[in-house]
């Protein structure tokens, strides 16, 4: 199995400029003048119109909901999600309205701790062979009560409850060495993200062959509750 694409783990400095640089294509008023598909492109603009979105969010800019039935209708019989969003199944973490996106533009999956299971890998070669979707974020959120949980169990080296054992059993290896070094929660949470990100890019033969051809970017971010703000986690 090859090891992830580094050459598209973008830093802060280009998660920035990419936002700014794809303002054009961020979140239209009206249906009827919707982004062109995501063929057609770049995945790097696709997450400048994500992160658009969310400073949108930032300043309380919503468009007003006047066409939701409208383009319900438009899309009974296909989608073209431009981004999938793996999150956290936390209440407080909402990718539509955390991105300001509308109906069809993002197919999101959730799950506590935001870590994929061969399920959640499944739903997004789905998205991503069948629906066009050409970006994925993996996104975590500060102090995550599944980390959390997990990170509590390493650190007292006692075991969780039946079905949370399952959660456990995914995010271990990717925040045990935070647990052991004496890191935070906050690390823990950024080392999940990380370790997500390179299972899906690692993950054959759909992602890993997207991902190292260009045609799909993988990333992950952060989602701060206190600001609503999603920062990278390179």
Do not use: W
């Amino acid at each position: 199995m090859s090891e992830p694409n580094e050459g598209f783990q973008l830093n802060r400095a280009a998660f920035v400029t990419g936002t700014f640089a794809a303002m054009s294509v961020a979140l239209p008023l009206r249906a009827a003048s919707a982004p062109p598909p995501a063929s057609n492109v770049s995945p790097e603009q696709l997450l400048g119109r994500l992160m658009a979105g969310n400073r949108r969010f930032l300043n309380n800019d919503f468009p007003p909901l006047t066409k939701i039935a409208e383009k319900r209708e438009m899309l009974t019989e296909h989608q073209e999600p431009f981004a999938v969003i793996l999150s956290c199944a936390d209440s407080r973490v909402v990718p539509n309205f955390v991105f300001v996106q509308g109906v069809g533009d993002l197919f999101v999956t959730r799950v506590a701790g935001n870590y994929p299971d061969d399920l959640v890998t499944g739903s997004i070669e789905y998205a991503i062979e069948h629906l066009g979707s050409r970006l994925v974020m993996v996104l975590g959120h500060e102090n995550c009560g599944a980390v959390d949980a997990v990170y509590t169990a390493i650190k007292s080296n006692s075991p969780l409850p039946p079905h949370l054992e399952r959660i456990e059993a995914l995010i271990r290896p990717g925040i045990e060495g935070v647990v052991r070094a004496h890191g935070t929660l906050h690390q823990a949470v950024e080392a999940n993200v990380r370790a997500a990100v390179a299972r899906l890019k690692a993950s054959p033969p759909v992602i890993e062959e997207a991902s190292a051809s260009g045609r799909v970017l993988v990333v992950g971010a952060n989602y701060r509750l206190d600001t609503g703000e999603v920062v990278p986690v390179t």
